[in-house]
């Protein structure tokens, strides 16, 4: 069922880009009077699942679920419909049209992405506001993995800087570590400050765990729910119960008892707890996983999240701020991949976008998820490739700057190529994936 719910949101985030991002083509074309034949949802080969006719243009729906189209009238695009080419240009034909028209029409897709994130940026911006957890918060200082411990980093620490730039939100540090290629981390470490210095080459082993885990917050082990079979609510454990330590061992923090316990597997130890004001020793067996079934209480019991309140005016200038960054983000994660060794590996298709979706429907994370994916499409569609919207921008502005155009042969076989690229970079994605699976 988490599956399904993860397509199920993936389909739909990707139905409404692409519908508008092929509305802002068609909307730019009806503006300079320009034939629009056909409007479909997903790809229609050899037949469709769905089509009506209204006016000049067909509109349907397609059953190969990698994008859409707008087939306009004398131009060459993917349909490679080149017996409209050999006919006399006709005066509703995007080819009749001004160079300045036509870079306007291809432009109209991506500029319409980039409307729809900012858009989708500032209701949710003026109906939730923003949520959280202030950098300065983390009175414990933070936990790390092995990786985070490769990197210099150690269980306890408090994160002041990065490259000596204070982080507001905490979560956005490995972000900020990774895109903008971090040097140095600054921490205390009790009570002396530590420039911890980021090995050479080790932004590309944080780019291909594709977690931020290696960084987290660090809090004390609370009970607050059990699984289902918990050994621990077996043994007698109770929900706000504070976990101290297994058998003599002292273990203040989640992180120190998750470390240890998987040590005692098919073993029985005794947990230590405080209890209101008792302390106490229970005896719990643990399970050949090393859990004992145990959830512990969230950051918001130990720290002050920030809430930041909007009102339409003030969600305006926040949700462009929003969506530049969020260009900016991409570009930068863009360069990632030829400056970084072995970045290639993470690029992911189909399978990596929709595990960025939750296991359970989440329309605010859902809302957010596709003012993301709108940026990326903007961006991958503006790419100086043939077959992309980038590809004719190419072409369109070669043709202003030089006043000559080039040769209906010429663009053909560069659809030809870039439509050859294209399915090369996915075939490459979507394999990555796959590759993925099996490792």
Known sequence: ?????????????????????ELGHFIAAKIFKTRV????????????????????????????????????????????????MKK??????????????????????????????????????????EQYLPTSELKYGISVDSLGYEMGL???????SVDQKPVEDFATI????????????????????????????????????????????????????????S?????????NDRIIGINDSILTFFDQFHAAIGHFRNKEVRIMLVRGSDTLKLPVQVPKEGLIGVYPKGPVNYFSLKDKK????????????????????????????????????????FISIGKIFPSAWDWQVFWSLTALLSIILAILNVLPIPALDGGHVMFLLYEIIFRRKASD???????????????????????????????
């Open 310 to 349: 909007y009102n339409i005016l003030t969600a305006i200038p926040a949700g462009f701020g929003k969506a530049f960054d969020g260009i900016g983000n991409y570009l930068k994660s863009i360069k990632l991949l030829f400056s970084q060794e072995n970045a290639y590996e993470s690029v992911g298709g």
């Open 37 to 84: 034949e056909k409007f479909y949802l997903f790809f229609n080969p050899w037949f469709s699942l769905f089509k009506f006719k209204k006016g000049e243009t067909e509109y349907g729906l397609g059953w190969l679920p990698l994008g859409g189209y707008v087939k306009i009238s004398g131009m060459i695009d993917e349909s490679m419909d080149m017996e409209q």
């Open 154 to 160: 150690r269980n306890g620490d408090k994160i002041l």
């Open 174 to 229: 490995p972000k900020v570590i990774i895109l903008e290629q971090a040097k140095t981390i600054q921490v205390m470490r009790g009570e002396k400050e530590v420039d911890v210095q980021i090995p050479k080459g080790f932004i590309g082993k944080l780019i291909n765990q594709k977690t931020a885990d290696f960084i987290s917050f660090r809090i004390p082990f609370e009970v607050g729910a059990f699984t289902k079979s």
């Open 231 to 239: 050994p621990a609510k077996t043994a007698g454990l109770q929900v």
């Open 88 to 129: 006399p240009p006709q005066p509703w034909e995007f080819r009749s049209k001004p160079a300045w028209q036509r870079l306007i029409i291809m432009l109209g897709g991506v500029t319409v992405n980039v409307l729809l994130a900012i858009v989708i940026y500032i209701v949710m911006l003026s109906v939730l506001g």
């Open 409 to 439: 042969k010429f663009l053909e076989y560069a659809q030809y190529v870039g439509m050859a690229i294209l399915l090369a970079l996915l075939i490459f994605a979507n394999g990555n994936d796959v590759i993925k699976l099996f490792r």
């Open 1 to 21: 069922m988490e599956i399904v719910i993860k397509v199920v949101q993936l389909l739909l985030s990707l139905s409404i880009l692409v519908i508008f991002h």
